[in-house]
Structures are given as C-alpha cells and as structure tokens.
C-alpha cells in the first residue's frame, strides 16, 4: 500500500483514483453479473479475486471512493488518500 502510494502521489490523483473506482466496478459488476466495463483484457484476474471480496465491503468501498473525489483538491493529503484508498481495498479481501 506505501509503496504503491509512494509511486502514485505525484501523479494526477483524480486519475489516480478513478483508475480505482473503475477497477472496483468491474469488481462489483464480475461478481455480480460475469460482465466487465472498464477492464475488459483483466476478466480472468477479476473473475478470479471477485469471489475473495466481501461483497458489503466493496459497496461501501465504492461509496467512500465517491467521497474521496471531494477531497483530491486538498493540497496536503494525496499520499495521505492514496494510502487510505489502498488500505481500504486491500481490507476488502480480509473482511
């Protein structure tokens, strides 16, 4: 996740994120309905990680995305987010 974040910060963070948020739809929408939107070359990883993910955790993981969007303007904190962002999904398998 630090190291991750380390790399991302100084890029375009809203980029950044929506990159995220695209990534977890497709999560959400493999899970729940075989089909991929955004990363159609990566069906095969998201068909084999969706059934890892708490399907609760990625909903709210989608909404705390959404929230974060507000934030990415905020000069002090893009690593601070970034590392948050990727805590959160990571914590996605584990809960």
Same mark, same amino acid.
């Given at each position: 996740?630090?190291?991750?974040?380390?790399g991302?910060?100084?890029?375009?963070?809203?980029?950044?994120?929506?990159?995220?948020? *695209?990534?977890?739809?497709?999560?959400?929408?493999? *899970?729940?309905?075989?089909?991929? *939107?955004?990363?159609?070359?990566?069906?095969?990883?998201?068909?084999?990680?969706? @059934?890892?993910?708490? /399907? $609760?955790?990625?909903l709210? $993981? /989608?909404?705390?995305?959404?929230?974060?969007?507000?934030?990415?303007?905020?000069?002090?904190? @893009?690593?601070?987010? /970034?590392?948050?962002? $990727?805590?959160?999904? *990571?914590?996605? $398998?584990?809960?």
């Open positions: 996740d630090l190291n991750l974040a380390e991302l910060h100084k890029h375009d963070l809203h980029m950044v994120l929506q990159g995220v948020q *695209r990534w977890a739809y497709d999560l959400l929408s493999i *899970r729940l309905t075989q089909s991929v *939107r955004y990363y159609p070359s990566y069906k095969n990883t998201l068909q084999k990680i969706a @059934p890892l993910v708490n /399907l $609760f955790a990625l709210k $993981f /989608l909404l705390s995305l959404q929230t974060q969007q507000k934030y990415i303007t905020h000069p002090l904190a @893009p690593k601070l987010l /970034l590392e948050s962002t $990727f805590a959160e999904y *990571r914590n996605l $398998f584990n809960t």
